[in-house]
Protein backbone atom coordinates (compact mmCIF):
# COMPACT_ATOMS: atom_id res chain seq x y z
CA UNK A 1 0.00 0.00 0.00
CA UNK A 2 2.84 2.52 0.95
CA UNK A 3 4.12 2.23 -2.45
CA UNK A 4 0.74 3.80 -4.05
CA UNK A 5 1.16 6.77 -1.22
CA UNK A 6 5.06 7.41 -2.08
CA UNK A 7 4.37 7.17 -5.77
CA UNK A 8 1.27 9.23 -5.36
CA UNK A 9 3.55 11.97 -3.52
CA UNK A 10 6.88 11.55 -5.54
CA UNK A 11 5.69 11.21 -9.55
CA UNK A 12 7.46 13.55 -11.83
CA UNK A 13 7.39 16.05 -8.96
CA UNK A 14 3.15 16.89 -10.45
CA UNK A 15 0.92 16.09 -7.82
CA UNK A 16 1.43 17.74 -4.85
CA UNK A 17 4.74 16.26 -4.37
CA UNK A 18 7.66 17.45 -1.74
CA UNK A 19 9.47 19.89 -4.55
CA UNK A 20 5.86 21.24 -5.54
CA UNK A 21 4.95 24.31 -3.38
CA UNK A 22 1.84 26.48 -4.90
CA UNK A 23 2.89 29.92 -4.23
CA UNK A 24 0.62 33.67 -3.91
CA UNK A 25 1.27 36.50 -5.50
CA UNK A 26 -0.15 40.12 -5.34
CA UNK A 27 0.39 43.00 -7.48
CA UNK A 28 0.80 46.89 -7.07
CA UNK A 29 1.68 49.53 -9.00
CA UNK A 30 3.08 52.80 -8.75
CA UNK A 31 3.03 55.95 -10.80
CA UNK A 32 1.00 55.33 -13.56
CA UNK A 33 1.09 58.00 -15.94
CA UNK A 34 -2.17 59.65 -17.45
CA UNK A 35 -3.33 58.89 -21.62
CA UNK A 36 -4.23 62.14 -21.28
CA UNK A 37 -5.10 65.34 -18.75
CA UNK A 38 -8.72 64.52 -19.03
CA UNK A 39 -8.90 60.99 -17.75
CA UNK A 40 -7.24 58.62 -15.48
CA UNK A 41 -5.88 55.08 -16.75
CA UNK A 42 -8.52 51.93 -15.89
CA UNK A 43 -5.57 49.45 -15.20
CA UNK A 44 -5.40 45.76 -15.53
CA UNK A 45 -2.31 43.21 -15.10
CA UNK A 46 -1.42 40.54 -17.42
CA UNK A 47 0.57 37.41 -15.76
CA UNK A 48 1.99 35.43 -18.34
CA UNK A 49 4.28 32.33 -18.04
CA UNK A 50 6.63 31.28 -20.66
CA UNK A 51 6.95 27.67 -22.17
CA UNK A 52 9.00 26.17 -24.70
CA UNK A 53 10.00 30.34 -25.97
CA UNK A 54 6.25 31.37 -26.12
CA UNK A 55 4.41 33.20 -23.64
CA UNK A 56 0.73 32.16 -22.28
CA UNK A 57 -1.43 33.76 -20.21
CA UNK A 58 -1.90 32.52 -16.87
CA UNK A 59 -4.72 34.93 -15.40
CA UNK A 60 -5.02 38.84 -15.13
CA UNK A 61 -6.34 40.78 -12.74
CA UNK A 62 -9.77 43.01 -12.13
CA UNK A 63 -9.56 46.16 -14.07
CA UNK A 64 -9.51 49.52 -11.14
CA UNK A 65 -11.24 52.44 -12.72
CA UNK A 66 -9.27 55.64 -12.67
CA UNK A 67 -6.06 55.12 -10.91
CA UNK A 68 -2.98 55.63 -10.73
CA UNK A 69 -1.75 54.26 -7.79
CA UNK A 70 -3.64 50.41 -7.90
CA UNK A 71 -3.57 47.91 -5.48
CA UNK A 72 -5.20 44.85 -6.93
CA UNK A 73 -7.60 42.29 -5.10
CA UNK A 74 -6.70 39.79 -7.19
CA UNK A 75 -4.44 36.62 -6.23
CA UNK A 76 -2.16 35.07 -8.54
CA UNK A 77 -1.97 31.08 -7.47
CA UNK A 78 0.77 29.41 -9.09
CA UNK A 79 2.96 26.11 -8.40
CA UNK A 80 6.37 26.51 -7.76
CA UNK A 81 9.16 23.95 -9.51
CA UNK A 82 12.46 24.65 -7.73
CA UNK A 83 14.28 22.54 -10.30
CA UNK A 84 13.00 25.11 -13.21
CA UNK A 85 13.34 28.38 -14.19
CA UNK A 86 10.02 29.81 -14.66
CA UNK A 87 9.90 33.09 -16.22
CA UNK A 88 6.82 35.55 -15.35
CA UNK A 89 5.89 38.81 -17.45
CA UNK A 90 4.08 41.00 -16.13
CA UNK A 91 2.23 43.57 -18.52
CA UNK A 92 0.50 46.63 -17.58
CA UNK A 93 -2.71 47.43 -19.96
CA UNK A 94 -5.05 50.69 -19.58
CA UNK A 95 -8.74 49.09 -20.64
CA UNK A 96 -11.47 51.12 -22.06
CA UNK A 97 -14.58 51.67 -20.06
CA UNK A 98 -16.56 50.31 -22.35
CA UNK A 99 -14.49 47.06 -23.51
CA UNK A 100 -12.97 44.91 -21.00
CA UNK A 101 -10.88 43.39 -23.72
CA UNK A 102 -7.28 43.84 -24.80
CA UNK A 103 -7.63 44.89 -28.42
CA UNK A 104 -8.83 48.53 -26.99
CA UNK A 105 -6.05 48.88 -24.25
CA UNK A 106 -2.95 50.94 -24.40
CA UNK A 107 -0.25 48.76 -23.18
CA UNK A 108 1.26 50.80 -20.47
CA UNK A 109 4.75 48.62 -19.76
CA UNK A 110 5.87 45.40 -18.88
CA UNK A 111 8.53 43.93 -16.36
CA UNK A 112 10.13 40.39 -16.52
CA UNK A 113 10.96 38.50 -13.55
CA UNK A 114 11.50 34.80 -12.73
CA UNK A 115 9.37 33.18 -10.01
CA UNK A 116 12.26 32.09 -7.93
CA UNK A 117 13.41 35.88 -7.55
CA UNK A 118 10.09 36.97 -6.42
CA UNK A 119 10.43 33.60 -3.78
CA UNK A 120 13.60 34.86 -2.78
CA UNK A 121 13.20 38.15 -2.10
CA UNK A 122 9.21 38.15 -1.24
CA UNK A 123 8.86 41.30 -2.13
CA UNK A 124 10.14 42.58 -5.69
CA UNK A 125 9.62 46.12 -6.93
CA UNK A 126 10.82 46.86 -10.58
CA UNK A 127 9.95 49.56 -12.99
CA UNK A 128 7.61 48.55 -15.93
CA UNK A 129 8.94 48.79 -19.11
CA UNK A 130 7.54 50.62 -22.13
CA UNK A 131 8.21 49.34 -26.01
CA UNK A 132 11.39 49.29 -26.79
CA UNK A 133 12.53 48.53 -23.14
CA UNK A 134 12.91 52.05 -21.97
CA UNK A 135 11.80 52.69 -18.09
CA UNK A 136 9.26 55.10 -17.05
CA UNK A 137 8.39 56.26 -13.85
CA UNK A 138 5.90 53.77 -13.47
CA UNK A 139 6.54 50.48 -10.85
CA UNK A 140 5.29 47.19 -10.23
CA UNK A 141 5.39 45.35 -6.86
CA UNK A 142 5.05 41.99 -6.58
CA UNK A 143 4.78 39.93 -3.35
CA UNK A 144 4.89 36.76 -2.67
CA UNK A 145 3.56 34.12 -0.30
CA UNK A 146 3.18 30.29 0.25
CA UNK A 147 0.12 28.80 0.45
CA UNK A 148 0.07 26.56 3.75
CA UNK A 149 -2.41 22.96 3.65
CA UNK A 150 -5.14 25.13 4.68
CA UNK A 151 -7.08 24.94 1.15
CA UNK A 152 -10.53 25.77 3.35
CA UNK A 153 -12.20 28.53 1.57
CA UNK A 154 -15.16 30.53 3.70
CA UNK A 155 -18.01 32.06 2.22
CA UNK A 156 -19.08 35.74 3.48
CA UNK A 157 -22.30 37.74 2.83
CA UNK A 158 -22.16 41.66 3.88
CA UNK A 159 -24.83 43.98 4.09
CA UNK A 160 -24.53 48.20 5.92
CA UNK A 161 -27.52 50.03 7.19
CA UNK A 162 -27.23 54.20 7.97
CA UNK A 163 -24.05 54.77 5.80
CA UNK A 164 -23.14 58.49 6.14
CA UNK A 165 -24.29 60.32 3.11
CA UNK A 166 -21.78 62.06 1.12
CA UNK A 167 -22.84 62.92 -2.18
CA UNK A 168 -24.71 66.38 -2.32
CA UNK A 169 -27.71 65.21 -5.19
CA UNK A 170 -27.89 61.56 -4.59
CA UNK A 171 -26.84 59.23 -1.58
CA UNK A 172 -23.51 57.48 -1.04
CA UNK A 173 -22.51 55.30 -3.43
CA UNK A 174 -20.69 52.75 -0.91
CA UNK A 175 -18.36 49.94 -1.45
CA UNK A 176 -16.24 47.39 1.06
CA UNK A 177 -12.62 46.66 1.61
CA UNK A 178 -11.02 44.16 3.69
CA UNK A 179 -7.63 44.23 4.66
CA UNK A 180 -5.81 41.61 6.45
CA UNK A 181 -3.28 42.75 8.52
CA UNK A 182 0.11 41.34 8.39
CA UNK A 183 2.94 40.35 10.58
CA UNK A 184 4.98 43.58 10.00
CA UNK A 185 2.03 45.90 10.30
CA UNK A 186 1.41 46.39 6.48
CA UNK A 187 -2.18 45.12 5.24
CA UNK A 188 -2.77 42.99 2.34
CA UNK A 189 -6.28 43.62 0.37
CA UNK A 190 -8.01 40.35 0.93
CA UNK A 191 -11.43 41.40 -0.93
CA UNK A 192 -13.29 44.20 -2.53
CA UNK A 193 -17.08 44.13 -3.33
CA UNK A 194 -18.62 45.87 -6.08
CA UNK A 195 -20.30 49.40 -6.28
CA UNK A 196 -23.79 49.50 -4.65
CA UNK A 197 -25.15 52.91 -6.12
CA UNK A 198 -27.19 55.45 -4.56
CA UNK A 199 -28.33 53.51 -1.52
CA UNK A 200 -27.28 53.85 2.16
CA UNK A 201 -27.80 50.58 3.51
CA UNK A 202 -26.23 48.40 0.82
CA UNK A 203 -26.62 44.59 0.23
CA UNK A 204 -22.94 43.49 -1.61
CA UNK A 205 -23.00 40.21 -3.54
CA UNK A 206 -21.52 37.35 -1.27
CA UNK A 207 -17.78 36.19 -2.00
CA UNK A 208 -15.57 33.09 -1.50
CA UNK A 209 -12.08 33.71 -0.18
CA UNK A 210 -9.83 31.28 1.33
CA UNK A 211 -8.93 31.06 4.44
CA UNK A 212 -5.24 31.47 3.93
CA UNK A 213 -5.92 34.71 1.88
CA UNK A 214 -8.25 36.13 4.80
CA UNK A 215 -6.40 35.40 7.37
CA UNK A 216 -2.87 33.18 6.91
CA UNK A 217 -4.84 30.50 8.52
CA UNK A 218 -4.50 32.39 11.63
CA UNK A 219 -8.11 33.20 12.78
CA UNK A 220 -7.21 35.69 15.18
CA UNK A 221 -5.42 37.83 13.25
CA UNK A 222 -6.45 41.33 12.90
CA UNK A 223 -8.56 42.20 9.65
CA UNK A 224 -9.67 46.17 8.89
CA UNK A 225 -12.44 46.80 7.20
CA UNK A 226 -12.97 50.43 5.44
CA UNK A 227 -16.26 51.24 3.80
CA UNK A 228 -16.48 53.91 0.62
CA UNK A 229 -18.29 56.09 -1.17
CA UNK A 230 -16.92 55.44 -5.00
CA UNK A 231 -16.06 58.39 -6.99
CA UNK A 232 -16.04 57.83 -11.01
CA UNK A 233 -12.61 60.23 -10.60
CA UNK A 234 -11.34 57.39 -8.84
CA UNK A 235 -10.95 60.12 -5.38
CA UNK A 236 -13.13 57.83 -3.14
CA UNK A 237 -14.68 59.36 -0.05
CA UNK A 238 -14.20 57.49 3.51
CA UNK A 239 -17.44 56.64 5.09
CA UNK A 240 -15.37 55.00 7.91
CA UNK A 241 -13.77 51.77 9.28
CA UNK A 242 -14.07 49.10 11.64
CA UNK A 243 -11.56 45.81 13.24
CA UNK A 244 -12.48 42.60 14.03
CA UNK A 245 -11.00 39.07 13.75
CA UNK A 246 -12.32 35.86 11.80
CA UNK A 247 -12.82 34.22 15.34
CA UNK A 248 -15.14 36.93 15.74
CA UNK A 249 -16.95 36.44 12.37
CA UNK A 250 -17.41 32.82 13.04
CA UNK A 251 -19.60 33.60 15.62
CA UNK A 252 -22.19 34.08 12.38
CA UNK A 253 -21.30 30.06 11.09
CA UNK A 254 -24.47 29.47 13.47
CA UNK A 255 -27.16 31.42 11.52
CA UNK A 256 -26.53 34.62 13.19
CA UNK A 257 -26.19 38.25 12.38
CA UNK A 258 -22.76 39.74 13.41
CA UNK A 259 -22.61 43.59 13.16
CA UNK A 260 -20.10 46.18 13.75
CA UNK A 261 -20.07 49.84 14.08
CA UNK A 262 -18.43 52.01 11.06
CA UNK A 263 -16.47 54.67 12.38
CA UNK A 264 -14.57 57.65 10.87
CA UNK A 265 -11.89 58.55 13.63
CA UNK A 266 -11.99 62.45 12.51
CA UNK A 267 -16.03 62.80 12.94
CA UNK A 268 -15.18 60.63 16.51
CA UNK A 269 -12.49 63.83 17.80
CA UNK A 270 -14.86 66.85 16.18
CA UNK A 271 -18.25 65.99 17.05
CA UNK A 272 -20.13 65.78 20.05
CA UNK A 273 -22.57 63.71 20.06
CA UNK A 274 -20.57 61.37 16.82
CA UNK A 275 -22.29 57.62 17.74
CA UNK A 276 -21.01 56.32 13.86
CA UNK A 277 -21.27 56.66 10.40
CA UNK A 278 -23.42 53.32 10.10
CA UNK A 279 -23.55 50.14 10.91
CA UNK A 280 -22.05 46.99 8.86
CA UNK A 281 -23.50 43.42 9.25
CA UNK A 282 -22.24 39.76 8.24
CA UNK A 283 -25.31 37.93 7.44
CA UNK A 284 -23.57 34.68 6.45
CA UNK A 285 -20.45 32.87 7.14
CA UNK A 286 -19.89 29.22 5.63
CA UNK A 287 -16.57 27.62 5.93
CA UNK A 288 -16.28 25.19 2.80
CA UNK A 289 -13.65 22.26 3.31
CA UNK A 290 -11.32 21.82 0.35
CA UNK A 291 -9.80 18.87 -0.21
CA UNK A 292 -6.58 18.09 -2.31
CA UNK A 293 -5.69 15.51 -4.95
CA UNK A 294 -3.57 13.48 -2.15
CA UNK A 295 -6.29 13.38 -0.11
CA UNK A 296 -8.76 11.70 -2.62
CA UNK A 297 -5.41 9.15 -3.67
CA UNK A 298 -4.91 8.85 0.13
CA UNK A 299 -8.35 8.16 0.93
CA UNK A 300 -8.15 4.97 -1.39
CA UNK A 301 -9.30 6.58 -4.47
CA UNK A 302 -8.03 5.00 -7.72
CA UNK A 303 -7.01 5.87 -10.93
CA UNK A 304 -8.92 3.39 -13.48
CA UNK A 305 -6.32 3.75 -16.68
CA UNK A 306 -8.06 2.41 -19.88
CA UNK A 307 -5.82 2.75 -23.04
CA UNK A 308 -7.30 3.12 -26.86
CA UNK A 309 -5.34 2.48 -30.26
CA UNK A 310 -6.09 3.44 -33.32
CA UNK A 311 -6.01 1.49 -35.95
CA UNK A 312 -7.14 2.98 -39.09
CA UNK A 313 -5.33 2.50 -42.57
CA UNK A 314 -3.70 5.56 -42.81
CA UNK A 315 -1.21 4.23 -39.84
CA UNK A 316 0.24 2.70 -43.27
CA UNK A 317 1.17 -1.20 -43.02
CA UNK A 318 2.86 -2.57 -39.66
CA UNK A 319 5.15 -4.68 -42.02
CA UNK A 320 6.10 -1.57 -44.12
CA UNK A 321 8.64 0.55 -41.31
CA UNK A 322 7.32 3.67 -42.68
CA UNK A 323 4.11 2.55 -40.72
CA UNK A 324 3.03 4.51 -37.78
CA UNK A 325 2.75 1.00 -36.80
CA UNK A 326 5.85 -0.83 -37.59
CA UNK A 327 7.47 -2.78 -34.82
CA UNK A 328 10.93 -2.06 -35.17
CA UNK A 329 13.29 -4.47 -32.62
CA UNK A 330 15.20 -1.75 -31.31
CA UNK A 331 13.07 1.18 -31.61
CA UNK A 332 9.49 1.47 -30.11
CA UNK A 333 7.22 3.49 -32.46
CA UNK A 334 5.19 6.48 -31.20
CA UNK A 335 2.01 4.69 -30.15
CA UNK A 336 4.39 2.64 -27.80
CA UNK A 337 6.25 5.80 -26.33
CA UNK A 338 3.02 7.72 -25.77
CA UNK A 339 1.86 4.54 -24.15
CA UNK A 340 4.42 4.20 -21.88
CA UNK A 341 5.07 7.01 -21.12
CA UNK A 342 1.17 8.02 -19.77
CA UNK A 343 0.75 4.35 -18.68
CA UNK A 344 3.84 3.88 -16.07
CA UNK A 345 2.65 6.63 -13.93
CA UNK A 346 -1.34 6.45 -13.98
CA UNK A 347 -0.30 2.08 -12.73
CA UNK A 348 1.02 3.94 -10.24
CA UNK A 349 -2.23 4.75 -8.57
CA UNK A 350 -4.35 1.64 -9.68
CA UNK A 351 -3.86 -1.22 -7.15
CA UNK A 352 -4.43 -4.08 -9.15
CA UNK A 353 -2.16 -3.14 -12.27
CA UNK A 354 -5.07 -4.12 -15.02
CA UNK A 355 -5.72 -1.93 -17.85
CA UNK A 356 -8.36 -2.53 -20.34
CA UNK A 357 -6.97 -1.68 -23.86
CA UNK A 358 -9.45 -1.91 -27.36
CA UNK A 359 -8.74 -0.77 -30.44
CA UNK A 360 -10.91 1.22 -32.94
CA UNK A 361 -10.80 1.65 -36.87
CA UNK A 362 -9.42 -2.26 -38.09
CA UNK A 363 -11.71 -5.44 -38.99
CA UNK A 364 -10.83 -8.00 -36.64
CA UNK A 365 -11.38 -11.73 -36.89
CA UNK A 366 -12.94 -13.79 -37.02
CA UNK A 367 -15.53 -12.40 -39.66
CA UNK A 368 -13.39 -9.62 -40.32
CA UNK A 369 -16.12 -6.62 -39.59
CA UNK A 370 -15.25 -3.14 -38.92
CA UNK A 371 -15.00 -1.91 -35.27
CA UNK A 372 -14.94 0.70 -33.04
CA UNK A 373 -14.07 -0.83 -29.60
CA UNK A 374 -12.46 -4.15 -29.52
CA UNK A 375 -10.38 -5.67 -27.14
CA UNK A 376 -6.64 -5.97 -28.63
CA UNK A 377 -6.63 -8.92 -26.63
CA UNK A 378 -9.75 -10.43 -27.88
CA UNK A 379 -11.29 -11.26 -25.24
CA UNK A 380 -14.44 -9.53 -25.53
CA UNK A 381 -15.50 -10.38 -21.60
CA UNK A 382 -12.05 -9.47 -20.09
CA UNK A 383 -10.38 -6.94 -22.07
CA UNK A 384 -7.68 -5.94 -19.23
CA UNK A 385 -3.91 -6.77 -19.79
CA UNK A 386 -1.53 -7.00 -16.84
CA UNK A 387 0.29 -4.26 -16.28
CA UNK A 388 1.70 -1.58 -18.89
CA UNK A 389 3.86 -4.06 -20.20
CA UNK A 390 0.86 -6.52 -20.56
CA UNK A 391 -0.55 -3.98 -22.73
CA UNK A 392 2.56 -3.41 -25.14
CA UNK A 393 2.56 -7.39 -25.60
CA UNK A 394 -1.59 -7.36 -26.38
CA UNK A 395 -0.82 -4.54 -28.90
CA UNK A 396 2.02 -6.22 -30.64
CA UNK A 397 0.42 -9.42 -30.88
CA UNK A 398 -2.54 -8.08 -32.18
CA UNK A 399 -1.29 -6.48 -35.20
CA UNK A 400 -0.33 -9.17 -37.05
CA UNK A 401 -4.12 -10.65 -36.95
CA UNK A 402 -6.28 -7.68 -37.60
CA UNK A 403 -7.10 -5.71 -41.15
CA UNK A 404 -6.27 -1.74 -40.71
CA UNK A 405 -9.72 0.08 -41.92
CA UNK A 406 -11.55 2.81 -40.94
CA UNK A 407 -13.07 5.68 -40.46
CA UNK A 408 -11.92 7.25 -37.37
CA UNK A 409 -14.46 7.41 -34.54
CA UNK A 410 -13.95 8.05 -30.95
CA UNK A 411 -17.27 8.63 -29.86
CA UNK A 412 -18.06 4.53 -29.24
CA UNK A 413 -14.66 4.27 -26.88
CA UNK A 414 -15.50 6.76 -24.97
CA UNK A 415 -18.88 5.88 -24.28
CA UNK A 416 -17.76 2.46 -23.15
CA UNK A 417 -15.48 4.25 -20.37
CA UNK A 418 -18.62 6.42 -19.79
CA UNK A 419 -20.34 4.13 -19.02
CA UNK A 420 -18.19 1.90 -16.50
CA UNK A 421 -17.70 5.87 -14.35
CA UNK A 422 -21.53 6.26 -14.44
CA UNK A 423 -21.66 3.07 -12.52
CA UNK A 424 -19.09 4.57 -9.98
CA UNK A 425 -20.91 7.88 -9.89
CA UNK A 426 -23.86 6.18 -8.45
CA UNK A 427 -21.90 5.38 -5.49
CA UNK A 428 -21.16 8.62 -4.23
CA UNK A 429 -18.00 7.51 -2.95
CA UNK A 430 -14.60 9.13 -4.11
CA UNK A 431 -13.32 5.17 -5.04
CA UNK A 432 -12.77 5.03 -8.81
CA UNK A 433 -11.53 7.78 -11.18
CA UNK A 434 -11.22 6.87 -14.77
CA UNK A 435 -8.73 8.15 -17.51
CA UNK A 436 -9.22 7.16 -20.90
CA UNK A 437 -5.51 7.59 -23.14
CA UNK A 438 -6.55 7.67 -26.64
CA UNK A 439 -3.55 7.55 -29.43
CA UNK A 440 -4.74 8.32 -33.16
CA UNK A 441 -2.58 9.36 -35.86
CA UNK A 442 -5.54 11.87 -37.72
CA UNK A 443 -8.39 13.91 -37.29
CA UNK A 444 -11.55 12.04 -36.44
CA UNK A 445 -14.66 11.59 -38.64
CA UNK A 446 -17.68 11.50 -35.68
CA UNK A 447 -16.63 14.89 -34.29
CA UNK A 448 -20.26 15.45 -33.58
CA UNK A 449 -20.76 12.19 -31.72
CA UNK A 450 -17.51 12.65 -30.08
CA UNK A 451 -18.46 16.08 -28.59
CA UNK A 452 -21.74 14.79 -27.40
CA UNK A 453 -19.97 11.75 -25.78
CA UNK A 454 -17.22 14.25 -23.99
CA UNK A 455 -19.98 17.02 -22.85
CA UNK A 456 -22.06 13.75 -21.08
CA UNK A 457 -18.41 12.26 -19.57
CA UNK A 458 -18.08 16.04 -18.09
CA UNK A 459 -21.03 14.85 -15.97
CA UNK A 460 -18.98 11.99 -14.53
CA UNK A 461 -15.58 10.90 -12.84
CA UNK A 462 -13.32 11.01 -15.62
CA UNK A 463 -11.03 12.44 -17.94
CA UNK A 464 -9.77 12.03 -21.87
CA UNK A 465 -5.95 12.36 -22.63
CA UNK A 466 -6.00 11.96 -26.75
CA UNK A 467 -2.09 12.02 -27.82
CA UNK A 468 -2.23 12.95 -31.48
CA UNK A 469 0.37 10.48 -33.38
CA UNK A 470 2.40 11.03 -36.43
CA UNK A 471 2.66 14.34 -38.46
CA UNK A 472 -1.27 14.96 -39.68
CA UNK A 473 -2.85 18.56 -38.83
CA UNK A 474 -4.47 18.16 -35.60
CA UNK A 475 -5.75 21.69 -35.72
CA UNK A 476 -9.50 20.48 -35.58
CA UNK A 477 -8.79 18.72 -32.22
CA UNK A 478 -8.20 21.15 -30.35
CA UNK A 479 -11.51 22.20 -30.19
CA UNK A 480 -11.54 19.45 -27.73
CA UNK A 481 -9.35 20.91 -25.20
CA UNK A 482 -11.45 23.00 -23.39
CA UNK A 483 -8.77 25.83 -23.30
CA UNK A 484 -9.38 27.79 -26.11
CA UNK A 485 -13.00 28.19 -25.63
CA UNK A 486 -16.20 25.75 -24.05
CA UNK A 487 -16.94 22.91 -25.88
CA UNK A 488 -20.24 22.13 -26.74
CA UNK A 489 -22.66 19.70 -27.94
CA UNK A 490 -24.18 19.42 -31.31
CA UNK A 491 -27.48 20.50 -29.41
CA UNK A 492 -25.52 23.69 -27.92
CA UNK A 493 -25.04 22.22 -24.55
CA UNK A 494 -21.70 23.07 -22.58
CA UNK A 495 -19.26 20.81 -20.56
CA UNK A 496 -19.65 20.91 -17.03
CA UNK A 497 -16.22 20.53 -16.76
CA UNK A 498 -12.83 20.98 -19.11
CA UNK A 499 -12.07 17.17 -19.18
CA UNK A 500 -10.31 17.24 -22.23
CA UNK A 501 -6.49 17.18 -22.94
CA UNK A 502 -4.86 16.91 -26.45
CA UNK A 503 -1.36 17.43 -27.01
CA UNK A 504 0.75 16.40 -31.16
CA UNK A 505 3.61 13.95 -29.99
CA UNK A 506 5.47 15.51 -32.63
CA UNK A 507 5.64 18.65 -30.17
CA UNK A 508 7.81 15.71 -27.58
CA UNK A 509 9.60 13.63 -30.36
CA UNK A 510 13.17 14.74 -29.13
CA UNK A 511 11.97 15.42 -25.72
CA UNK A 512 11.87 12.70 -22.83
CA UNK A 513 8.96 10.78 -21.89
CA UNK A 514 8.35 11.88 -18.64
CA UNK A 515 8.04 15.51 -20.68
CA UNK A 516 5.09 14.17 -22.16
CA UNK A 517 3.39 12.56 -19.05
CA UNK A 518 3.83 15.94 -17.29
CA UNK A 519 2.10 17.71 -20.26
CA UNK A 520 -0.49 15.59 -20.27
CA UNK A 521 -1.08 14.42 -17.03
CA UNK A 522 -0.82 18.16 -15.64
CA UNK A 523 -4.65 18.44 -15.18
CA UNK A 524 -5.43 15.61 -14.33
CA UNK A 525 -5.09 16.39 -10.26
CA UNK A 526 -7.34 19.46 -10.30
CA UNK A 527 -9.90 17.55 -12.76
CA UNK A 528 -10.12 14.69 -10.16
CA UNK A 529 -10.40 17.45 -7.25
CA UNK A 530 -12.88 19.69 -9.47
CA UNK A 531 -15.48 16.56 -10.12
CA UNK A 532 -15.63 15.20 -6.27
CA UNK A 533 -15.54 18.67 -4.57
CA UNK A 534 -18.24 19.68 -7.33
CA UNK A 535 -20.41 16.92 -6.24
CA UNK A 536 -19.48 17.43 -2.35
CA UNK A 537 -17.76 14.22 -2.04
CA UNK A 538 -15.44 13.42 0.45
CA UNK A 539 -12.30 11.39 0.32
CA UNK A 540 -12.53 8.39 2.12
CA UNK A 541 -10.65 7.74 5.51
CA UNK A 542 -8.10 5.88 5.61
CA UNK A 543 -8.84 3.43 8.39
CA UNK A 544 -12.40 3.02 5.93
CA UNK A 545 -10.00 2.28 2.74
CA UNK A 546 -7.71 0.11 4.49
CA UNK A 547 -10.58 -2.49 5.75
CA UNK A 548 -12.44 -2.14 2.71
CA UNK A 549 -9.72 -2.88 0.32
CA UNK A 550 -6.27 -4.90 -0.39
CA UNK A 551 -3.64 -4.18 -2.54
CA UNK A 552 -1.30 -5.94 -4.87
CA UNK A 553 2.67 -5.49 -4.08
Sequence with gaps: MSNIYESAANTLGLFNSPCLTKVELRVACKGISDRDALSKPDPCVILKMQSHGQWFEVDRTEVIRSSI??????????????????????????????????????????????????????????????????????????????????????????????????????????????????????????????????????????????????????????????????????????????????????????????????????????????????????????????????DYIMGGCQIQFTVAIDFTASNGDPRNSCSLHYIHPYQPNEYLKALVAVGEICQDYDSDKMFPAFGFG????????????????????????????????????????????????????????????????????????????????GVITDMADTREAIVHASHLPMSVIIVGVGNADFSDMQMLDGDDGILRSPKGEPVLRDIVQFVPFRQFKHASPAALAKSVLAEVPNQVVDYYNGKGIKPKCLSDFESSRTFSP
Design 69 to 294: NPVFSKVFTVDFYFEEVQRLRYELHDISSNHNGLKEADFLGAMECTLGQIVSQRKLSKALLKQGNTAGKSSITVTAEELSGNDDYVELSFSARKLDDKDFFSKSDPFLEIFRINDDGTGSLVHRTETVMNNLSPVWKSFKVSLNTLCSGDHDRELKCTVWDWDSNGKHDFIGEFQTTFKDMKAALDGRQIQWECINPKYQVKKKNYRNSGVVILNHCKIIKMHSFL
Design 362 to 441: AQIPPDFKVSHDFAVNFDEDNPECAGIQGVVEAYQNCLPKIQLYGPTNIAPIIQKVASSASEEMHTKEAMEYFILLILTD
